[in-house]
Every structure is written in C-alpha cells, then in structure tokens.
C-alpha cells in the first residue's frame, strides 16, 4: 500500500507545487470569464467611485481577458454602440474587415458578436462608432488596473514598470501584495525593483523604526526613484535625530549613485555620438584623404542612403510611388515622369527585417550614385580643389532639389524596427539598443575598411594610387578604374551613415547639411590621408562634446568650448593628429 | 473728315473710361508669408488658406461697403523666411500696392521685423501664430493664441491631473524663453517649488531668475543627454515635460524619448508648436497620447467645422493656384486662424462702411465684432487679441487629435508677465 502510495503523493505533491508556483491562474472555467466580462462592460459604463471599485475588482482576477479589454480601451479601441432602446452596449470590433472595411463587433459583457433584432450580425466601419472616452485621469485608474495585473505579466520588463508605478503610488496597502510577488519574482532587476517599491511604501509608515530601515534599504539600493519621497521626508521637523542623520546619508549614497550614473551614461553618450561622427566622416575621409577631392555633396550621399531605407520601409509597406512634372514643357507637351511600386504589405517578423535589407541597399545606392559623380565630374577635377568643391557644391544643390521633387520638400517618416527600440539598463545607466547597434556596426565598418585598404589587392592600389598616380599609373595600375572604385567605395559608406542617422534623427532634403561641417572637421582634425586618425578624432570630439554638455549644462556651450579647442589644435598641429610624411611634392 | 474723325476718336475713349468706371469693384489686400527657405513648411498652408478664404467671400458677393460690392484681389508676397526681407515686403504692400489689410506672419521675430512699417505707415496686420503675448500694437489684430490660451490652459489641465514636476524644454528664441518664463512664474505661483522646476535657471546678477529650461538651436538633433536628464527628473513619477520645440528638432527629441522608454503615461509631453501639419513628417506611433493645446482641432465635430472642411476640400480640387498641394492636406489651427481673422475683417469693414484703417480698427475695437467659425465663436477684445475656445488634445496614431478638454472663450491676455509679477510679490515670493 504504502509503496504504491509514495510515488502517487509525490506525483501529487509536484503538481501542487507547480501549481503553487505559476502566475496566478485566471478566473477559471467559463462561469469565471463570464464574471469578468460582466465587470468589464460595467465598469466601462459607469463612472466615479463606483468606476473605481470596478476596475479594482478587475485588478484582483489577474485575467488576461481584463489585461486586453482594459489595455484596448486605453488606445480607444473599445466602441459604444447605441442600441435602439436607447441602451449603451460596449463592443471591440473584430480585426478582420469585409470588402468594405467593416467589421463585426464584439460584445464585451458575453463575448458575442453583437446582432440586431433580427439575429443578423451588425458590421461597422471605425467611423461609424464612437470610442469609448477616457480623460487623463481615468487612463491613469485603468492604467493602475494593468500595473497590478502586469505584476503577474510573463514580460519582466511589463513586471519591472508596474513594480515602479505601485513604489510611487504612495499607497501602503500595496505592500502586502508586493511582497507577495517577491518571494515568486525570479527576475533579478524586477526583484530589486520590488525592493525598492517596498522600501519608499514604507517611509510613510508611522513606526520610527520601520521608516529608518526603509531608508538605509533605499541607501543600500541607491534607488533614484525614491530621492523626492527622501527630500519630502527630510523635510518633516518631527524626526528623530537618528532618522534625520540616516536620511542625510541616503540622500548623499543615492546622489554619488546618480554621479555615477552620469558618468558611465556620459562615456556610452560620447561613444555613440563619436560613432556617428565616425560613420558620417568615414567615407569622405576616404574620398577626400585619399583621393584629395574635396567633395560638398558627401552630406547627399548621406541622404541618398537615408531616402534608401525610407522606400525600403515603404515597399515593404504599403508600396512607394512618385511624379514629377517638370516647369517646362517642350512642343506645347508637358513632361512628367513617374514611378509605382507596388508594396509587399509585410507584417511580423518579416517587416521588421527591412532595415537589414536597407542596410546593403543603401550602400549599393550611395555607391552607384557616387559612381555616376564621379565619371561624369569629379574625374576632370583631381588636381583641382577649387573647382571640385564649387562644383560638388553644385552638384549637392541639384540633389536637395531632386529629393525635393521626389519625395516633398517635407521630412518623410521613417520608423525604427521593433528589435532596435528599447534599452538595456545596467545598475541605472541605460544604453540604447540602436546606438549600440550602431557602435557595433561602425567598428565592423572601420575593421572592414582597415581590412580593404590593408590586406586586399585593390586596398594595395587605392595606396599605391595615393601616394604617387603618376608613378602607379606608369607601373601599369589602370589608375581611372581604382579611382571610380574608391570614390564609389567613400560614397557608399556615406549612404550607409544614411541608414543609421534615419533611425535617430530627421530625414529629409536637406538632412545632409546638417553633417558636412562635422565630417570635414573630424577628417581634418584626424589627419588627412589616415583611417586611424579619423576615428580617433572622431571619438575624442564625441566625448569631449559630451563631457562639455554635462559640465557646463547647456548643449550649446559645450560644442562652442569644442570648436574653439579645435582651431587651438589646428594652430598647433595643422596636418592632424596623424600626418602621412611622404616625398612628393603635391 | 478730320474733324469726324477726331470727334469719333473722343467718343470711343469717352465710353471706354465710362465703361472701365463701370468694371468690378475690387479691394486689394496683402498676403504676407514665407513661401520658401526653412518656414515655408509652415506657411504656405497659411496662404492656401487665404486664397480659400477669399474665394470663398468672392463666390458669394465680395465685400458690401456703401451700396457696392468690392471683390478681394490678393497681393501674395514671399518673406523667404527673411526676417528684414519681411519688412520690406511689409512696406511694399502698404505704400506701392496700398493694401486695405495684411493677413501674415508666422514666427515672432517676422513679426517684430515688420511692426515698425505698419506702424508707421499705419497698416493693419492679422496675426494667427501662437505667440508669447508681451505685445499690444494698435496696428495688429492678434486672432493668434496668446500664452493664456494655450500653455497656460495645458498647465492647468496638467495640474489638476496630480502633475507635480515640470521639465522645461524649448528651442533658443523669444518665442520659448518668454512662454517658459511665463509658465515658471506661474507655477510658482499656484505653489510648485522651485526645485521641482527642471531644465535649468539662468539668473541675473541680484539673483532674480530670467530664464527657465533648457534650450537647444534651431535644427539641434542630439537629446541623448537631455532625455538621460529627463528620465531622472521623472524618476520619482508625477512629472512632465513642457516641450515648445520648433521644427523639425521634434523628430531626434521624440525618437530619444521612446528610446529612453518614457512613455505618455509614465511622463506626459504637451507641445506647443505640434499641431496637424507638422505631425505629417513625425513618426506619429512615437507620440499617441502626448499632449498638444490648440484653439482648433481638426478633429472637432461640429457641424460649423465640418462644413468648412467639405468646402476646403472641394476648393483643393477645383483651384488652380500655382505652387497649392492637393494631397494629403490636413487644417490646423494657425490656418484656421487665418480663416477667421479674414471674416472678422470683411465684418468690421462693413459695419464701418468703408476700408480706411482707422474707421475699420474704431468697428474692431469696440467689441462687436464676432465670428461663428469652425472652432466656435471668435470674439475681437478691444486691446485686439480675440477671446476663443481652448481644447487640449492627446495624439492618434493618425496624426490626428481626440479632444479631452475645453475651455470655453478664454479671454486673450497681454501682459502676463507683469501680472505674474504682481501676483508673486503679493504672494511674497
């Protein structure tokens, strides 16, 4: 008996465990998914304190049911249908729409699809229902609602966000509950998130000694979050001394933390701006330090790679298409030109990668367009720098106004991908997932380029080129093509520059004027005629830009301290930091 | 013979000027905007509105001064987004074209540039742009939303939602550092602390604090540290930013902040100068449910605005002005300012019976004159700011707007700044 038993209880006992130890199951069976359906409709109708009890009941369930409704009307997704008795019916719509973009609506208080006298199913386009309304306050109880329902969320990021919220309602009755999710969290950052909530709970506690070891936990933690509440506490004239004293040195621990912070924050900061720079300023360190042409439309090429991605996006989209109806017309016949391209209408997985497909899309643009410059005007302008600048110069006026004609003299949206937005945070510091994206990619770029230029055979040329075209031309080296080459090769790192800058800043016609300056600067400054120099001017004026900022507050003071440290240097070290010696003359 | 036909000659002049005397009554007035360089995004929505406004008035009469009807021709000139070219096209308009009334202007300086020329050759302006008050010109009608009625109203609304912190953010001109010193003052004196205040003081050598926030120039594309500021601001919860940002430096600033993961919720956003136009070129998924404070939305649902609406669509499709894009237009509220400041000059002229400025601004001055427009009733205040509605909306993923508040015929204030002061120095602060 007992030995047939034993096997059966502990199988018993596991299952109690896991029961035990999952996210709290919701309302189980139909009968309890119909109950929160009725407290759903209910509390969509109704308003103030009854509202509010509602929507806290509906808080306890931790359904996924209530999440969803509650999370759709927050977005004006629930609809209020007028039935012919006058009566209020909350309904969502389905997500499926008939030829005529209308769709069935769903009740919310049985689940049903909502049907007229007759049985037939009602169909409604968006328009033809009003939402639900929701003014600030009621989103923020909703809101409220889907913290405490997102304790239990799978996402510990969700799980992280509401612990944080519940830390600052001020509302001790959430420390039980918070507690409680404690000892089930297994994610570190939620943990300690859940520790901090408690601990800024409990500085409103009446117990003296309660509130002096919610302070040293906060000191202990460095929680940021919790420094007002600190301040407003220190600020109470019937303290203990102890408490007051404790209080103090929380607040400086937290203040050398948020130091800290800052610091690391302001290091990964000029970093990723130095990165940039690095992008922006690669290709023309090439086009210009080794080719010597000083090229003005390097910051269109830029654009070239940012309106890439944009029809990119689009054709993955809805499909991208334009028209150009040029002012004049010739034999009385206007000239317009046009072109449609149909979309894919991607979704999922699949859209969101089209930013992998913009990324050597935009380079091989760039680079055609480099090409086609550089054959048609910049080869009879090599050992001329005054006429390649005015003529690039024109060349980057002619682009802006193309761009203009193409795609709206209006910046046009381009959306980051899902998989790039977001941040990592380490002990309070965050780092962004593009710019990260992006420091990856430029030292993949800039060991890609060290690599051509070093270990390859055309890397051999474009030198050989360099330092002496005459002599390399006699040696046999086919001196045009290594030239098309490499300034197709300084074009396309340009429009990849293009890709990246349209994930964190503005796209539009005129976006490359906004980089030319900075790019000429971090070439010069670096050392005409060098990768290596680039990227360290490159980084050393991202971070000291940054470092600027932070020092003296303003964005604008710490660029001017850098400019003029700049033309300092430039007096001391006119070549750059790294100068190529070499014997000829020009 | 000779003499026939000398007398013929005479004959036909004589009827040829009785017939030209005999021509259309016409009324020219000016059309002020930039229509290229960096504010013609802007502006020449406002001048597709005009022409709208005019053919419209055209089409049904003209304007009734005595017992004849004058049709209005527009005299469209381009700013370039030049501040002095402004001015002389200001005085090109009143002393070669001699124009009964100017509808333009966009940015405060554009405006500063051309008031000594209606000044002193005593023109007169309607001016639609939300703007930082601090101005009262006897030669401008100002439909436009003074601070009261657009950040004071989104502060309000705010404050009443349990905000407690505000972060204070613009863009380096006269425009956002004279609303955020406005606005500092004003918190001050509805009981925010001052260190509850972000962004930053600038104070003068006695101490007193002149300038609130932090500000960035035109076209300032890195926010990383100035979003890494916010997010700590808004750590403690409670808080919002102030955002009276101008162009296109809207997009990296927006961008930063869904990266930095502060959501509206979390830490709401209210913009000053967002409205429909400008969200065509934002990625708008980035900002649903921020803020925006206007005196018209295009999202109104009233039968007046969508009857407007239906007719500015029709007239896109039927005009044919050169450079007036047919697709995609949306109306906001500086548009529909410019629209009703139209009507409530074609109203003045014909109750004052005649063109000539001084008669047209006694009518406008003396508080009669009022407009039922698209976004309600616009009134004309005898310091000629305009008493309208205020709504406060939250951002659709569509560009467009819900409306969550109204504030019914604010009354436009000039002078806040010393009303603040006096306010504060009662309060002993």
């Known amino acids: 008996m007992k030995l047939v038993s034993k096997p059966l209880f502990w199988w018993l006992g596991v299952l109690l465990c896991l029961k035990v130890d999952a996210a709290p199951a919701p309302s189980s069976g139909v009968e309890g998914t119909n109950v929160v359906r009725q407290e759903l409709a209910q509390a969509i109708l109704s308003n103030g304190a009854e509202q509010q009890e509602l929507l806290d009941k509906l808080a306890d369930t931790g359904s996924t049911l209530a999440s969803d409704v509650l999370d759709a009307w927050t977005m004006q997704e629930v609809y209020l249908y007028v039935a012919p008795d006058g009566s209020s019916v909350p309904v969502m719509l389905e997500s499926q729409q008939d030829a005529e973009g209308r769709s069935r609506a769903i009740r919310i208080d049985d689940g049903q699809f909502l049907k007229d006298a007759t049985g037939k199913e009602l169909r409604f386009g968006e328009s033809d229902l009003n939402p639900a309304s929701t003014d600030m306050r ?74 002096m070891a919610a302070v040293k936990q906060l000191a202990t933690l460095n929680s940021i979050g919790s420094l007002d509440n600190l301040n407003q506490l220190a600020a109470n004239t019937n303290n203990s001394p102890q408490l007051a004293k404790a209080i103090q040195s929380a607040i400086g621990s937290i203040n050398d933390h948020i130091w800290w912070v800052n610091f690391y924050g302001t290091i990964f900061h000029g970093i990723s701006l130095g990165s940039v720079l690095l992008l922006v300023a690669l290709g023309l360190a090439i086009t210009f330090g080794l080719m010597g042409i000083i090229n003005m439309a390097h910051g269109e090429m830029i654009a070239v790679g940012a309106y890439t991605t944009y029809v990119i996006q689009n054709i993955f989209g809805s499909g991208f298409g334009f028209n150009i109806t040029l002012p004049f017309s010739i034999m009385g016949k206007p000239i317009a030109f046009g ?151 300084g074009s396309g790192l340009a429009g990849l520059a293009g890709a990246f800058l349209s994930q964190i800043g503005n796209v539009g016609p005129s976006m490359g004027q906004t980089y030319i300056v900075d790019s000429f600067m971090t070439v010069v400054v670096g050392g005409v005629g060098n990768i290596i120099g680039t990227v360290y001017s490159a980084l050393g004026i991202g971070t000291a830009d940054q470092v600027l900022q932070q020092l003296t507050g303003s964005p604008v003071t710490g660029k001017i301290v850098v400019l003029v440290c700049i033309i300092l240097f430039l007096q001391w070290k006119p070549s750059g930091l790294f100068t190529i010696r070499s014997r000829s003359l020009d | 013979m000779k003499k026939l036909l000398k ?18 009554d016409t009324v020219k007035v000016g059309v002020l905007h930039s229509l290229s360089g960096t504010m013609a995004i802007s502006e020449t929505s406002l001048r597709d509105m005009l022409l709208f406004a005019f053919d419209q008035i055209n089409a049904a009469g003209g304007i009734k001064v005595g017992d004849k009807m004058y049709k209005i021709e527009p005299v469209v000139v381009d700013g370039a987004s030049n501040w002095p070219l402004f001015a002389e096209k200001a005085k090109e308009l009143l002393e070669q074209d001699h124009v009964a009334v100017v509808f333009g202007c966009w940015t405060s ?69 004279t609303t955020n010193l406005i606005l500092y003052k004003y918190l001050l004196a509805h009981g925010v602390s001052p260190e509850d205040i972000g962004g930053g003081f600038d104070k003068d050598d006695s101490g007193k604090v002149i300038s609130a926030g932090k500000y960035v120039p035109f076209g300032y594309t890195d926010f990383q540290q100035i979003v890494a500021d916010i997010k700590q601001f808004a750590a403690g919860g409670d808080a919002c930013v102030i955002n009276t940002i101008n162009g296109d430096s809207n997009v990296p600033f927006f961008k930063e902040i869904v990266a930095a ?163 504060l120095a009662a309060q002993g602060k």
Not at chain 2, 7 to 24: E, M, N, S
Not at chain 2, 142 to 150: F, L
Request: hydrophobic share 45%.
């Open chain 1, 138 to 211: 009621l989103r923020r109880a909703i809101q409220h609602a889907l913290d405490m329902l997102a304790l239990s969320d799978p996402d510990p990021d969700a799980r992280y966000a509401a612990v944080d919220k519940l830390g600052n309602s001020q509302n001790e009755s959430y420390i039980l509950l918070l507690q409680g999710r404690l000892a089930k969290e297994k994610n570190a950052q939620v943990k300690k998130g859940i520790k901090e909530a408690i601990a800024t709970l409990q500085l409103g506690d009446t117990n003296p000694a309660v509130q």
């Open chain 2, 109 to 177: 300086v554009s405006r500063k540039s051309v008031l000594p020329v209606f000044e002193k050759d005593d023109g007169l302006l309607f001016y639609p742009v939300q703007f930082e008050g601090e101005e009262q010109s006897e030669n401008v009608v100002y439909t436009a939303e003074a601070v009261n009625q657009q950040a004071i109203p989104a502060v309000d609304y705010l404050l009443a939602q349990g905000v407690k912190k505000f972060y204070l953010l613009g863009t380096d001109y006269v425009y956002p550092r």
């Open chain 1, 339 to 489: 072109l449609n391209l149909p979309g894919l209408n991607a979704t999922g997985w699949f859209y969101q990668s089209y930013f992998l497909f913009a990324i050597p899309l935009s380079f091989l643009t760039a680079a055609l367009v480099g090409l086609l410059l550089e054959r048609t005007i910049i080869q009879f302008l090599y050992r001329r720098p005054l006429e390649s600048l005015l003529a690039t110069w024109g060349v980057s006026l002619a682009l802006q106004q193309i761009f203009r004609m193409v795609f709206g003299a209006n910046n046009v949206q381009v959306n980051s991908p899902n998989w790039l937005l977001g941040h990592y945070t380490v002990d309070d510091v965050s780092f962004d997932y593009n710019r990260i994206f992006v420091i990856g990619f430029v030292i993949l770029i800039v060991i890609g380029t060290w690599l051509l230029l070093a270990k390859t055979r055309l890397g051999l040329l474009i030198r050989a080129v360099m330092q002496n075209r005459s002599m390399a031309s006699c040696m046999g080296v086919r001196t045009t093509r290594v030239n098309m080459l490499t300034f197709a090769f």
């Open chain 2, 7 to 24: 007398l013929t000659t005479l004959a036909i002049a004589l009827a040829a000027i009785a017939i030209r005397g005999q021509a259309q």
């Open chain 2, 261 to 423: 993961g502060l959501t509206p919720d979390e830490c709401p956003i209210v913009s000053f100068s967002l409205a429909e136009d400008e969200l065509r070129s934002i990625p708008t998924k980035n900002l649903v449910g921020e803020l925006g404070c206007w005196s018209y939305f295009m999202s109104l649902k009233t039968p007046e605005n969508k009857d407007f609406l239906a007719k500015w669509n029709a007239w896109l499709q039927t005009e044919d002005y050169p450079g007036v894009v047919k697709e995609h237009r949306v109306v906001d509220s500086p548009m529909e300012l410019s629209y009703d400041g139209v009507y409530l000059w074609k109203e003045a002229v014909e109750k004052a019976g005649s063109f000539d400025v001084d008669a047209v601004r006694k009518v406008l001055d003396s508080g009669d004159i009022s407009f039922d427009g698209p976004s309600g009733k616009i009134t004309v205040q005898p310091n000629q700011y305009t008493t309208k509605n205020v709504y406060i909306g939250t951002t659709l993923a569509n560009g467009q707007f819900e409306i969550i508040k109204q504030f019914p015929q604010v009354v436009g204030e000039p002078w806040m700044l010393k009303k603040l002061d006096t306010e």
